[in-house]
Every structure is written in C-alpha cells, then in structure tokens.
C-alpha cells in the first residue's frame, strides 16, 4: 500500500484528495493536515508521498519541510515562480534522500493539459493568441496557474517560431485587455456555478480556431493527483518535475 499524507485537508481539493486516496485499492491514508497543523508530522517513516494542495502563500513552505522530511511530494496548489522552483531545486539537492521527488502541476485534468499542448502546437500558426479563463468565484488567485503555464507555452511556441508580439492597436486601456503574461494577453472571469475553464482563442484574418477544456467538478483532477502519486512512490523522478505531460506519451 502506498502511504499518503493529504496537506490542504480541509480544502476543496484536499478533501477530494482524501476522498480519492480513500476510493483507490493501493493507497492509505497515512496523515491529514490543514492550517494550523505542523506538517513535520509527515516523514518518511509513516508516508511514502505528501499531496498538498493548500494556498500560495504556504505551499513553498510546506514543500521545503516535506522535502527535509524525507517525503516526496505532489503539489497542485498554484503561485509558483522561477525563483520558488529554485529554492525547491536547491532542498532536494540536500535532500535526506538522494532520488527525492517533487512534482508540481497546475493541472491534473488531461483536458487541460491537452488543451495547454495543443495551444502550444497551434500558436505557431496564428497571427494573434490570447486566453480566458474561466473559474468559480471562491478561487483567491487570478489569473489561473494553468492560464499562466499556457500563455509562457505560447510565448515559448511563438519565439522558438521567430513571431514578434501580437497585432494591438489598443491606445487606452482601463484593464480590460487582461494581465499580459509573456506578452500574451490573460483574461480571468470569476462566475457562481462555474468550476475550472479555459479558452484559447487563436486568430488570423478571415478564420479562428478556439481550444476549450472544462473540468466540470473536482473530480476531473483525481486521476491525475492519483497517477503522480503512483509514479512518485515506483521512482524514476528524481529531482522536480512540472506538468502532468511528464507522465504522458504527447
Ligand atoms: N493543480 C490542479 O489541478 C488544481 C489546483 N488547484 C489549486 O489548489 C489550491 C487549493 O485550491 P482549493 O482546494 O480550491 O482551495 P481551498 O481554499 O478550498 O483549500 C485550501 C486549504 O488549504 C488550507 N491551508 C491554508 N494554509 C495552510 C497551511 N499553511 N498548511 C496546511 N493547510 C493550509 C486551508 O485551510 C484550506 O483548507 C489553489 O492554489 C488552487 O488554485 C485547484 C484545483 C486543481
Ligand atoms: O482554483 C481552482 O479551482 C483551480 N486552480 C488551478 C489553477 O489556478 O490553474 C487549476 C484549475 O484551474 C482549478
């Protein structure tokens, strides 16, 4: 049985996490954590992999103590920086382990993993890009973590293609043209009754090709959460992994 630590217990992703752990034949429970709690009570003698899903402003945090605690660890919880991948780079350098995992995504539903690869193959293809995303309204960040990954795939799709910055002839701007993320253009709406969304309008003259994925309940993530555990705890990770494609044959 592989040994799971939920931290974010109590949240909506957290107690899905549990819920899933609970469903899946191979795994058991080992610790729930949330807010106020020391996740130091996780180690590596009652907990093969940690899952957190917690808030951006813990989740660094968290992962540096899992790591000195000689856990692996699957993070889903969003805010990550380059600065912040490093500082998780440079703890499992000094891990108590020497093929200590840590996996980070910003979205373990296939469809939008999908959706961010095929955007990325796309964007080559079309004068103007930009994204929506579309969340329900007790989401505390914006834009989205997968919105952010998707436009730096873009932005990297169009360089490595040699286009320069998209057509905008906007002259005054209020803040309706979203947050530009590596020149692409991010717009969030935040609805009741919405759960996690995404579009990806793509542009040229005359024609438009729109990428969508919808993960319409929590559900959509957890065979995603579940398989990174399950590559975690079978090894051949080492180090720190982003984005489910890690896993997948695209
Ligand atoms: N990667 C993915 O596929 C997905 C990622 N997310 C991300 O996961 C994160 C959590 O989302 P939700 O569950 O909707 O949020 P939530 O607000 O429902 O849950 C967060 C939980 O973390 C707990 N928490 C806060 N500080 C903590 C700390 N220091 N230690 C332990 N627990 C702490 C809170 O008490 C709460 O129970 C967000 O960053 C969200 O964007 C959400 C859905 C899918
Ligand atoms: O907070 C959410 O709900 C979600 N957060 C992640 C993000 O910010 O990308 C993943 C998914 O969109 C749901």
Redesign the pocket.
């Known amino acids: 049985m592989i040994r799971v630590a939920v931290?974010?217990?109590?949240?909506?992703?957290?107690a899905s996490v549990v819920q899933a752990v609970n469903d899946a034949d191979d795994m058991q429970l080992s610790h729930t954590?949330?807010?106020g709690?020391d996740?130091a009570q996780i180690n590596s003698d009652n907990t093969d992999v940690a899952v957190e899903?917690?808030?951006?402003s813990?989740s660094l945090?968290?992962v540096l103590t899992l790591i000195a605690q000689g856990v692996d660890v699957v993070v889903?919880?969003?805010?990550w920086d380059e600065d912040k991948l490093e500082q998780v780079r440079q703890a499992l350098a000094n891990a108590p382990r020497a093929d200590q995992s840590v996996f980070i995504?910003?979205?373990?539903?296939i469809s939008a993993v999908l959706a961010d690869h095929f955007a990325a193959q796309a964007a080559k293809y079309f004068e103007s890009v930009e994204v929506v995303e579309l969340h329900h309204p007790?989401?505390?960040?914006a834009p989205?973590?997968t919105a952010i990954h998707t436009a730096q795939a873009i932005a990297a799709s169009r360089r490595e293609a040699g286009f320069g910055p998209m057509p905008d002839g906007t002259v005054t701007d209020g803040g309706s043209r979203g947050q530009v993320v590596d020149g692409v253009h991010v717009h969030a709406v935040r609805l009741r009754g919405l759960n996690?969304h995404e579009e990806i309008l793509l542009g040229n003259a005359g024609e438009q090709l729109v990428i969508r994925a919808d993960s319409f309940d929590?559900g959509s993530?957890m065979q995603?959460v579940l398989l990174a555990v399950r590559k975690l705890r079978d090894g051949g990770y080492p180090g720190l992994n982003v984005g489910l494609d890690t896993f997948l044959d695209l």
């Open positions: 931290v974010g217990a109590k949240g909506r992703m957290g954590i949330d807010h709690q996740p899903f917690t808030v951006p813990a945090s968290n889903g919880t969003t805010g995504a910003p979205n373990f539903a007790d989401k505390i960040d989205s973590g996690a929590r993530f995603g």
